[in-house]
C-alpha cells in the first residue's frame, strides 16, 4: 500500500518553510511505523535533507501548536504521533494523488451554493478555503462548480470538517449559455495551473535522465519532490481534456510523476527506514 503524503498542504504547513517537508516524511513514514517517528529519526532525516536540526524542532513544534501533529513518547524516546484529524485527511487524500481520474464532459458538474451567517464569519473563511482546496472554481458569489465526479470526496470533506450545514451540493449538467471552454477558463485560473506543472517538468525532468544513485540519493530527490507536486492536484480539480487549452502540461506532468514515484519511493523508503529502525 503506498502510504506517501496526500493532505491539504497549505492546511497542515501554514507559512512554515520546513513545515510541508517534514508534514511529507510522516505521511510517507510514520503511517507504516505505528503512526510514530522519534524526533531523533526526524532530525537525522531531514540532515540528509540538508536542514539543520534546531530549525527542524522549531518547524515541529509549530507544527504541534497547529495540531498537526502530537508529542508522543515511546520506550523513553521522544516523539510525534500526527493527530488523528490529521490521519483522517491523508487517508482522504491518498487516492487524489495515486488513484485519481481525469474527469470527462460525461461526469457533469458539482454545483456548491453556501450561506454562511455574518456572525460566523470564520466558517465562511473555512468553507471558502476548503472548497479551493478540493478544487473547485468560482462561478459566481457563493456558487462554486466542480468536475462532477468530485461529489463523494467533497461530501466526505465538508462532513468531516463541520461545514456541511451551509452547503448545498447539486450534480448535473451545463445546459447554457455560452462556450463553456471560455467559462471553464474564467472559473479556474488555468495560466497559474500550467505555470505550477511547467515549473514541476523543469525541474524533475532532468532527473529522469541522471536518476540518483543508492538509496540515499532517491530519498534526498523523492522527498523535495513529492513535496512540491502533492499541491497540485489541490490546485487542479482534474478537469476534463476536452475543455482545457491543446497540449495540456498538465498531462505531461502527471506523467513524470508517476514515472518519479515508480522509481524513487522504494529505494527513499529503504533508506528512510534504515534511519527509523537504527534510531527507534
Known amino acids: ?3 506517501a503524503l496526500t493532505t491539504e ?3 497542515l504547513a501554514g507559512r512554515d518553510r520546513l513545515g510541508p517537508l517534514i508534514v511529507t516524511l510522516f505521511g510517507l513514514y510514520a503511517r507504516g511505523e505505528d503512526n510514530w517517528l522519534s524526533v531523533a529519526s526526524v532530525v537525522q532525516l531531514m540532515a540528509d535533507l540538508g536542514v539543520e536540526g534546531q530549525a527542524v524542532r522549531s518547524s515541529i513544534s509549530r507544527l504541534k501548536r ?3 501533529v502530537r508529542s508522543d513518547r515511546r520506550d523513553g524516546a521522544a516523539g510525534y504521533a500526527l493527530a488523528e484529524a490529521t490521519l483522517e485527511a491523508l487517508a482522504e487524500g491518498d487516492a487524489r494523488i495515486f488513484e485519481r481520474r481525469r474527469a470527462t464532459t460525461d461526469d457533469g458538474w458539482l454545483m456548491a451554493v453556501f450561506s454562511v451567517p455574518e456572525s460566523e464569519r470564520e466558517k465562511r473563511h473555512e468553507l471558502r478555503t476548503s472548497l479551493t482546496q478540493l478544487g473547485f472554481g468560482t462561478a459566481a458569489p457563493g456558487v462554486w462548480v466542480a468536475p462532477g465526479n468530485l461529489a463523494a470526496e467533497t461530501r466526505r470533506t465538508l462532513e468531516r470538517r463541520g461545514l456541511a450545514e451551509y452547503v448545498d451540493l447539486f450534480t448535473g449538467q451545463h445546459l447554457a449559455f455560452g462556450d463553456l471552454r471560455s467559462k471553464v ?7 497559474e495551473l500550467a505555470d505550477l506543472y ?15 544513485v543508492g538509496s540515499l540519493g532517491a530519498f534526498q530527490t523523492y522527498v523535495p ?14 478537469l476534463p481534456l476536452a475543455l482545457l ?10 506523467a513524470l510523476f508517476e514515472e518519479l514515484n ?13 534511519v527509523l529502525h537504527a534510531r527507534g
Open 225 to 238: 519532490m513529492l513535496t512540491q507536486w502533492r499541491r497540485l492536484p489541490y490546485s487542479d480539480p482534474g
Open 198 to 212: 511547467a515549473d514541476f517538468v523543469r525541474r524533475y525532468r532532468p532527473v529522469l535522465d541522471a536518476l540518483p
Open 245 to 254: 487549452p491543446p497540449g495540456w502540461n498538465g498531462v505531461t506532468a502527471e
Open 66 to 68: 497547529r495540531g498537526v
Open 262 to 274: 515508480t522509481t524513487l519511493s522504494a529505494p527513499a523508503r529503504e533508506h528512510a527506514l534504515a
Open 1 to 3: 500500500m503506498n502510504v
Open 9 to 11: 498542504p497549505a492546511a
Open 185 to 191: 477558463r474564467s472559473w479556474w485560473d488555468l495560466d
